[in-house]
């Protein structure tokens, strides 16, 4: 019996406090909020000021496309004096396509080189994260890139390339070096 009249207690003090804030907000004087809001009204309003105008975009025209990127290792006079002695300078564009010939050069990385029995090979990874071995005469990257050297810490590579006009033609030679050196 005793704890019936606990929880009726407890039910009454609970409706008594809430009938105790209910009451608490009955009250309708806003006098305080209207005096607010007068005084934000009175004020003048500001002045908007106009949108920015902003300057054309003008593009940028790269014209270095054609040299030697800054960090790849400089051409010998060799290289260079062996590739402007060919006149006529074509891809093969009948011969069937090697794998790493659907990616980028740049995105190729040389990880290693193996040798057996006096071959060398060296390891390319490609973006999708396989590895392949590839020697000299292997071509790579989409530009019809063909392995003319190895070493052991660099790959180079000669890429056929168009030089703008119909039908010309240019070798740009590439180097392709371990990662991690």
């Known amino acids: 019996m005793s ?22 907000c009955a009250d309708n004087d806003m006098s305080d909020l209207d005096a607010f809001m007068a005084e934000k009204r009175a004020r003048p309003g500001g ?17 270095a496309t054609g040299q030697r990127a800054p960090f790849d290792r400089p051409v010998e006079v060799r290289q260079i004096t062996r590739i402007s002695a060919r006149s006529t300078i074509m891809p093969n564009l009948d011969r069937p396509r090697e794998f ?7 995105s190729l990385q040389m990880v290693g080189r193996l040798e057996r029995g006096g071959t060398y090979w060296s390891l390319m990874r490609d973006p999708q994260g396989g590895i392949h071995r ?23 590579v000669i890429e056929i390339v168009t030089d703008g006009t119909a039908e010309g033609w240019v ?6 070096e371990l990662k991690g050196l």
């Open 3 to 24: 704890f019936k009249w606990v929880s009726a207690s407890w039910r009454r003090v609970a409706l008594l406090m809430m009938f105790s804030a209910l009451w608490g």
């Open 47 to 63: 002045v908007i000021e106009p949108i920015p105008t902003f300057t054309a975009y003008e593009a940028f025209a790269y014209a």
């Open 100 to 106: 790493l010939e659907q990616f980028t050069l740049d």
């Open 134 to 156: 590839v020697s000299p005469g292997n071509f790579l990257g989409r530009d019809h890139g063909r392995i003319t050297e190895m070493g052991d810490t660099f790959v180079a």
């Open 171 to 176: 070798e740009r030679p590439r180097v392709i």
